[in-house]
């Protein structure tokens, strides 16, 4: 690891004029280990820990709003996050560890980076970490990588579980910086590779995250989170469903649907979404949404499993949430 300076942020004003020539330091569960392996290179730290976005409270119209700092073990198992969004509790507390959750933080999880191979090391080309050097996955060892979302120069999975089912909740990422405030839904704020793979989210360097907003949706609480992955814990997602429906005898009135472990990024599955409206509950329309949310799908030499895969994970999904009839 190279030398850095380190500076702590005594509010939030200081951490934005810090931003343009340091990284954010919260949980440091990506950051830190990427410095060690001299992927992330910053000058810089600044610890933000200090600064006030702890808490977890509830909106006026009944959404939630989730500060920046909010430790993922403490919002997976708030109250409200617990009764509204079961999703999204069960989304948390099926990635990493314990004790990296107890670190992790709801604004750093936005702002995972890929755990493709080439990108974390150094020696082999990657795209995201050096633009123009080539991405070495697509014809190289692929298993974990997209069949969705992918392009010529980058197939790198997203590896949240947490953004998953924000995306599925159309949740709104708070943003502040020197130009002011904005709110961005988490569908917009992570990027397709395209051609520029190396761009991941549209973050500017010099702002911060401050919260995410929950809208309210109370068909939510019926609603669940299904994650394969090669071991039983601490295991990233080989594929991954965050659903929730609104039934009503028999009958899906509205659907929310989003993938994970298959995609570039948090992957919003309209399609199925669509297929599932108006329908009836059961295998056969399960099914059929599986089918219409990978029908784009590309696979790669050794990560074609994943399409079938990711079918039968949101089958088993919308299986646990609308029953089997």
């Known amino acids: 690891m190279q030398p850095f300076q380190f500076f702590t942020a005594a509010d939030e004003a200081a951490a934005i004029d810090a931003a343009a020539r340091a990284k954010f330091l919260a949980g440091g569960t990506t950051l830190v280990d990427l410095m060690k392996l001299h992927v992330e290179r910053p000058p810089a730290l600044v610890d933000i820990n200090p600064l006030p976005l702890t808490a977890v409270t509830e909106l006026a119209d009944g959404g939630v709003r989730v500060g920046a700092m909010v430790r993922n073990s403490d919002m997976a198992g708030h109250e ?3 009764d509204r969004y079961p999703m999204l ?8 560890s314990p004790q990296v959750r107890n670190m992790a933080t ?21 795209n995201r970490r ?26 790198a999975t997203h590896p949240s579980d947490m953004c998953v089912a924000l995306a599925a909740l159309d949740a709104v990422v708070r943003v502040h910086g020197r130009r002011g405030e904005r709110a961005v839904r988490v569908a917009d ?11 991941e989210h549209t973050l500017e360097s010099d702002e911060l995250i401050v919260a995410v907003d929950i809208p309210a949706v109370p068909f939510a609480v019926r609603s669940t989170y299904v994650k394969v992955r090669d071991r039983a814990s601490y295991a990233f997602a080989l594929a991954s469903a965050a659903v929730a429906l609104d039934l009503h005898d028999g009958t899906i009135r509205q659907a929310r649907v989003a993938l994970g472990g298959i995609a570039t990024k948090p992957w919003r599955a309209h399609e199925a979404e669509e297929v599932l409206t108006d329908g009836r509950a059961g295998a056969v329309l399960y099914r059929a949404a599986a089918e219409a949310a990978l029908r784009g799908a590309v696979p790669r030499k050794h990560n074609a499993f994943k399409i079938e895969l990711a079918k039968r994970t ?12």
Do not use: K, M, W
């Open 80 to 82: 409200l996050i617990c």
């Open 89 to 96: 509790s069960e989304a948390i507390l099926a990635g990493a």
């Open 106 to 126: 709801a604004g750093g999880n936005l702002l995972q980076r890929t755990r493709c191979y080439y990108f974390r090391d150094t020696a082999l080309p990657c």
């Open 130 to 155: 050096e633009p123009g050097s080539g991405c070495g996955a697509i014809d190289g060892n692929n298993r974990i990588h997209a069949v969705l979302g992918g392009s010529e120069h980058c197939i």
């Open 189 to 199: 704020f992570h990027l397709l590779p395209g051609d520029h793979p190396e761009r």
């Open 314 to 325: 949101l089958v088993r999904a919308l299986s646990r949430v609308g029953g089997l009839a």
